[in-house]
């Protein structure tokens, strides 16, 4: 066992903690024995209110104002906690050590070692905390790497890059001490308006799940837990609404929102999973046993843990009026099948206690959550006999080493969007350039809502950033020979006395310049203290403020303009795309997103990003993303015109790459309802400069026994050639990836015509091809074939 250096420990009520003399045969401490016998050897000797300890975090440190990190916190943050007496039977997770104050990280590890240490000392079994943070945009912790947002990721159509930055994001989380990371989100954005979209991949739920998954891995491979989040139908709440109820069809909801879910189960690897808020045609999904019991663990063979988001267990009773009270509220949500309540203890710790003392709760439910929650435990090394709870080479902590950054720069790179250009991009190294815009010379516009600065610093100003953040303005003046001019022109958001004067002295900083780069877009916060993130919806998809106003200013004055998007979501920009020279679209690109974007400006590296979050052209035209059936599109019987302005998967390069005809390698003659297709074409880079393509490859069914979208992503490849270089584009199609939930509610392969389309964006074809679908009708299920196959073999040409 680990050494004690104190026979007895005195509780706060005065009695003694037994001494390591008096602790149980430690079967469960044997690494040689099945993980199974030794969680069962606990089980059994544990008291109720030892396994409970279990299931519950604590939040030390939260705070109870109306500036917290999560909803309803300052009513349900409590008051501050009596440490001794909270871990005095144990304890199953530690909630946010690095992500509640700016904390220096050496310092931050050692202490979380001294609370491990007395978690451990405090139980009969000697058993440690389960230490959990947030990791979206990296490890939320001060002075940790700040990555791009998931719709960059997206964007980058770049699985392997994903997966590299989580692996390293996983890793620095480790060496500080955490063992779960509260990311990916998979929720397929349905309402651009919703301000959690600039959390999601994008608006397809083949992209979210491959991206999704490739985090993941990356995540897992570094030890860390990864943790699926919303589980399930969070983003498509009524009209954008955080929280909203949902009103989604069943067949919606298992061909749109739960796919990215299971690939990332049965392909990912994934070790726990959280709940959403969502309530789905009346039922909270905290609730919910058929999702969380029957779908997830059931069906899809989801072994590992369910965790409550944050206060959700409670909110059954406050928010969605299912349960009479917290005892009700802890029944309701155990029996459904979440394991463990987060982030602190209230409705699993006594009201749960005494409903199973009273008989109203059965104790083998609680044993059920104790065995997920300790095999992890035991997974993770937390229950070894050498376990340390200081990892090694904690004084050496650094959260934002080189190697991160470059993943950090790549990765922004490779998402920016270039939209239109006339040829003013790259800028020429001898313009006299205007930069103007509110997001121009702020660094906090390249942040997402769950990057540390934006989400903890903005209430701790005195510590600083913790990390050096470029601007686009001073990116630029560090690459540009000519002269570089500044005016802010407005704030994000309106300021009350008005910005006329503002605006007019950026348009004539713009009107003295050869180009003027306008930046505008969003500033991430939570709550309403932002214009995108967690509780910062929308109303329409107009820029916020006077954003719009500076640029139609900027657009007057006749210089040629570059209309630079930093956002969080997708606005509406229809008649402000008509009158710019180019139009570059970012979603919150990381720490070195400023750089980033000045590489693409200045043409040091070509823009390669593609859409993951359609453009609309009209801000009242929501909800509406590209992935809808043919009545969702522009028809006769409506006025209201839904067509994005630029449309999912589309992006520009600064030279064009040619593509070759598709071929049919095998299996079209016939495609057989349990086949598969293989479709090739070549692609060349004809410029001398390197760069990127993304093919990308659509469905299109024509005649289905119930609608279908019009065409949906099944494969996509990310093709990067030096100048001059070609490659052979392979796609497998498996018959698999034509399947929907048909009229009976089972998903089905459906004979007869198909088309797939090699395209360079949703909505502009390079070729289509005609197939068949031959064979009987065939039900699939979770077990089913859902990726294509993608190859790329790279070849050298000789320029002519």
């Known amino acids: 066992m680990m050494n004690r250096t104190t026979d007895v420990a005195v509780t706060p009520g005065g009695g003694s903690v037994p001494t390591a003399a008096d602790r149980p045969s430690p079967v469960w401490q044997d690494v040689t024995l099945p993980v199974a016998e030794r969680v069962d050897a606990l089980v059994g000797a544990m008291t109720l209110d030892e396994k409970l300890a279990q299931l519950v975090g604590v939040w030390v440190g939260a705070n109870p104002s109306g500036e917290g990190v999560a909803p309803h916190q300052h009513e349900l943050a409590g008051d501050p906690v009596v440490w001794a007496e909270v871990i005095a039977s144990g304890l199953g997770q530690l909630t946010r050590p690095y992500g509640t104050r700016p904390v220096d990280p050496v310092a931050g590890a050692r202490s979380l070692a001294a609370s491990q240490r007395q978690v451990a000392d405090a139980n009969r079994f000697g058993i440690p905390a389960l230490v959990h943070e947030e990791c979206l945009t990296g490890f939320a912790a001060w002075r940790a790497t700040a990555y791009p947002a998931p719709p960059a990721w997206g964007a980058s159509f770049h699985p392997d890059l994903v997966a590299e930055m989580a692996e390293l994001i996983g890793r620095s989380m480790r060496a500080a001490g955490v063992h779960q ?79 990215p879910f299971e690939m990332a189960v049965r392909d990912g690897g994934v070790r726990s999973v959280m709940q959403s808020y969502t309530e789905i045609d009346g039922l909270p999904s905290a609730a919910d046993a058929g999702l969380l019991t029957t779908l997830l663990r059931d069906t899809w063979g989801f072994a590992g843990t369910v965790v409550a988001d944050y206060f959700a267990v ?33 409705c699993y710790g006594t009201p749960l206690r005494q409903a199973v003392e009273r008989g109203d709760v059965d104790e083998g439910l609680v044993d059920r959550a104790l065995r997920r929650v300790l095999r992890q435990k035991v997974e993770l090394g937390l229950l070894d006999p050498d376990w340390s709870p200081l990892p090694e080479d904690a004084a050496e902590l650094r959260l934002d080493t080189p190697q991160a950054r470059d993943v950090a720069l790549r990765l922004a790179r490779e998402s920016v969007v270039l939209l239109a250009n006339d040829g003013v991009l790259p800028l020429r190294p001898d313009t006299r350039l205007a930069v103007v815009g509110p997001l121009a010379d702020d660094p906090m516009a390249m942040l997402g809502c769950y ?7 903005v209430h701790h100003p005195d510590a600083g950033l913790g990390l050096e953040i470029p601007t686009v303005l001073s990116a630029l003046r560090d690459a540009v020979g000519g002269t570089v001019t500044h005016a802010k022109g407005c704030e994000v958001t309106t300021k009350p006395d008005g910005e006329a004067d503002d605006i007019a002295a950026a348009a004539a900083v713009a009107r003295d310049a050869d180009v003027c780069v306008v930046a505008v877009g969003d500033l991430a916060g939570l709550f309403g203290r932002g214009t995108s993130g967690e509780g910062c919806d929308a109303t329409d998809l107009r820029l916020p403020g006077a954003q719009a106003d500076l640029v139609r200013a900027v657009l007057d004055t006749g210089t040629p303009v570059v209309l630079l998007l930093i956002t969080g979501r997708p606005y509406a920009i229809g008649d402000l795309a008509d009158g710019a020279a180019a139009v570059v679209q970012a979603f919150f690109p990381g720490q070195l997103g400023g750089r980033a974007l000045t590489d693409v400006l200045t043409g040091a590296v070509s823009p390669s990003g593609r859409l993951p979050l359609g453009i609309p052209a009209d801000p009242s035209g929501q909800p509406g ?125 459906e004979p007869g015509a198909m088309q797939l389309r090699v395209s360079r964006s949703s909505a502009d074809v390079h070729e289509a091809v005609d197939l068949r679908l031959d064979g009987p009708l065939r039900e699939v299920d979770h077990t089913r074939r859902w990726l294509t196959a993608v190859s790329v073999t790279h070849e050298e040409v000789e320029r002519a």
């Open 181 to 259: 990371g509260l990311a990916p989100v998979l929720d397929v954005t349905r309402d651009y308006r919703w301000g959690r979209t600039e959390e999601t991949i994008g608006e397809d739920p083949y992209l979210v799940g491959t991206v999704g998954t490739a985090y993941v891995r990356g995540l897992e491979r570094s030890g860390v837990v990864a943790t699926l989040k919303h589980f399930a139908g969070y983003s498509a709440s009524r009209a954008g609404r955080n929280l909203a109820p949902v009103a989604i069809g069943p067949r919606e909801f298992a061909d749109v929102v739960l796919p």
């Open 314 to 346: 409670k909110f059954l009773q406050t928010l969605h009026g299912v349960a009479e009270d917290e005892a009700d509220a802890a029944a309701l949500a155990l029996a459904a099948g979440v394991d463990v309540e987060l982030p602190t203890v209230r």
């Open 451 to 457: 990057s540390f600065p934006a989400h903890i610093g």
């Open 625 to 749: 993303t590209y992935l809808s059936a043919p009545l969702g599109r522009r028809s006769e019987v409506s006025n209201v015109d839904p067509t994005h302005v630029f449309p999912f998967g589309h992006g520009l390069g600064y030279d064009t790459f040619t593509w070759s005809p598709v071929r049919v390698v095998s299996g079209g003659e016939p495609w057989t309802t349990d086949g598969e297709v293989e479709l090739e074409l070549d692609v060349r880079n004809p410029g001398t400069r390197p760069g990127a393509d993304v093919v990308q490859l659509y469905l299109h069914d024509p005649v289905a026994q119930v609608t279908r979208p019009v065409v949906r992503l099944i494969g996509y490849a990310r093709v990067e050639l030096a100048g001059g270089a070609s490659a052979r584009v392979t796609f497998r199609v498996p018959a698999d990836i034509t399947s929907f939930t048909g009229r009976d509610g089972k998903r089905v392969v």
